[in-house]
């Protein structure tokens, strides 16, 4: 079981370029329908990266501001829960407590968990900090994304409780670590795109950078020059 803060957001300007962002989010302040596109009254700027089915609600784990802001303290006022973009925030819940598909309860809705977040370039300009972005990916406190199985009512005071879990699927961490690695586990990477409730559009990204691979190995080696002759 998790406690919970609950955010939603009109889209706002970004301070530098004037370009839009849903980023900006407040607490509710009561109860709010949770349907399969999100929370009511929750706003996102470019439907093609934000929202939808699969991206319908973003937990974002508030045990990860303390490490922002030691990295960027010019902008440590400004981190606090909300700021990231997220519609939840628990203090009891990160990456490794969560595994792909875990279908857990929020007030009347079910939740689940189904891909990181890609953090985007508007989090640098949003804090006025170049690289925090990259440092959320690099550090793997990205937070992620729920889908909704059942549409109902949250409101603040709800907690987290798990429903569901999917005890052979990777943890979140785990699945970061496998996307993320420097050098790629075919075999991991195959079963992460296998994990029964993972989002749709990341298995496909998943797969294809499998057939990538395959094809990498499967191509003949490339034989170097011959030594030039000797004079």
């Known amino acids: 079981m998790a406690r919970v803060q609950v955010f939603i957001g009109q889209i706002r300007p ?30 996102q700027a470019d439907a093609r990266v934000h929202g939808g089915p699969e991206k319908a609600v973003h937990l974002y784990p508030a045990r990860h501001y303390a490490e922002l802001a030691r990295a960027f303290p010019d902008a440590a006022p400004l981190l606090v829960p909300g700021s990231i973009g997220e519609n939840l925030s628990s203090a009891e819940l990160d ?20 891909q990181p977040r890609n953090p985007c370039w508007k989090i640098d300009e949003r804090f006025g900090c170049r690289g925090m972005a990259a440092f959320i990916v690099e550090r793997r406190i990205t937070g992620w994304y729920w889908r909704v199985v059942r549409p109902g009512m949250v409101e603040p005071g709800d907690t987290l409780e798990l429903a569901r879990r999917t005890p052979e699927a990777p943890t979140l961490r785990e699945a970061l670590d496998d996307w993320h690695a420097p050098q790629a586990d075919i075999a991991r990477l195959r079963r992460l ?11 496909s990204r998943i797969e294809q ?23």
Do not use: F
């Open 193 to 203: 795109a296998d994990t029964p409730g993972i989002a749709l559009h990341w298995r």
């Open 209 to 231: 950078r499998v057939a990538w691979l395959l094809a990498q190995e499967a191509a003949p080696p490339i034989n170097p020059p011959a030594p030039l002759p000797s004079p």
């Open 14 to 43: 970004l301070p530098e370029s004037g370009r839009p962002t849903g980023m900006y989010k407040e607490p509710v302040p009561g109860a709010v329908q949770v349907g399969p596109e999100g929370l009511a009254g929750d706003q």
């Open 95 to 114: 990456e490794h407590d969560v595994r792909v598909g875990d279908v857990w309860r929020l007030g009347q809705a079910l939740l689940q968990a189904c």
